[in-house]
């Protein structure tokens, strides 16, 4: 097969964590006898400095045109501390998933054996924990109407959402539990939040169409302590844009490290796949960030845009390997072992590959 891939390498470590990427897809190309065609754009603080537009039409339509988006990270430590700029890196990302209809982010969480003890919790509450994420993530408060008013001094986001839009996600997660071990958990805030109400009362009403599929309905402040109390309780946990972004960064804990956790976006358009960490401005250029979550988006490009998953898991099982053999950034590194560059790491796995 010959597959269009728009490359985003965006801001901050993401061009050396998507080069990595980049070199493991071409490893899987050459062991499975496939081609691939790369296009660079612009997203984020990069697409300003150069377009004054976080995501300029030529990225859009470059988007467009692909099979997949790889994507690394958006973010600027010079808009960070100034609430007054208009435009900011992070816009871009906004407007990609908007344009591009992504309207469902899957963020899987899995552990790998070797690196129970790099967790904050306890080693036998995460060990073996397995679940998806489906984050829903063209609606809520980061799209609702927000502005401010009596001169300034009030601001307002509005969390709103249409029966169609929580129905589709909601349809995609019911078929995902389907697919794995038949659990899916609501998550919501429907005693206090009318958009929760919404939401809890269509799940409810879907339900029966999925008996093979048990539910069940957890408010989002009590999500946040079973995701560490027992993070293997959860098979798929569904849950709207604000609540999914903040429990998927809690949830990054299980694994070990933020640098680990892959994740699709997918919908409409041309689905885009990133790692869960963002650009990590201290890191940049010193190539020290850990590749594989970008490594694991690319993997999840094979599995989900191109219906390839044993290509994907020649991507997995190189990861599990560069971890299991203590090939690992310094992130994840066991104090008195040597920690690998960023570039090592990448060369590694797509060697393993091979
Ligand atoms: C994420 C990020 C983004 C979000 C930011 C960078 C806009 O935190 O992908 O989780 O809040 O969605
Ligand atoms: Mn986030």
Sequence with gaps: MNWKIAVLPGDGIGPEVVAQAQKVVDAVCRKFGHTVEYTFAYVGACAIDRYGNPYPEETHDICMKSDAVLFGAVGDPRYDNDPTSKVRPEQGLLAIRKRLGLYANL????????????????????DGADFLCVRELTGGMYFGEKGRKDGGDTAYDTCIYS?????????????YARRR?????????ANVLESSRL?????????????DVQ???????????????????????????????????????????????ASASVGAHTSLFEPIHGSYPQA????????VAAILSAA???EYAFGRMEEGKAIRDAVAASIREGVVTEDLAEAGKPAYKTSEVGSWIAENIK
């Excluded at 070797?114 to 080693?123: A, E, Q």
């Excluded at 409810?204 to 008996?211: F, V």
């Excluded at 993070?231 to 946990?237: G, I, N």
């Design 215 to 261: 539910v069940d309905y957890m408010f989002v402040d009590n999500a946040a302590m079973q995701l560490i109390r027992q993070p293997k309780f959860f098979d798929v946990l569904v849950t709207e844009n604000t609540f999914g972004d903040i429990l998927t960064d809690e949830a990054s804990c299980i694994s070990g490290s933020m640098g680990l956790l």
């Design 107 to 126: 963020r899987p969480v899995e552990t790998f054996p070797s690196l129970v003890d790099r967790s904050p919790l306890r080693k036998d509450l995460v």
């Design 199 to 211: 939401w809890r009362q269509i799940a409810i009403e879907m339900a029966p169409s999925w008996p």
């Design 181 to 189: 071990r038949g659990h899916l958990t609501v998550v919501d805030k």
């Design 284 to 291: 940049a250029g010193k190539d020290i960030a850990n590749p």
């Design 163 to 175: 029966r169609a839009e929580v129905e589709r996600i909601l349809k995609l997660s019911f078929e």
């Design 300 to 302: 999840m490009m094979f």
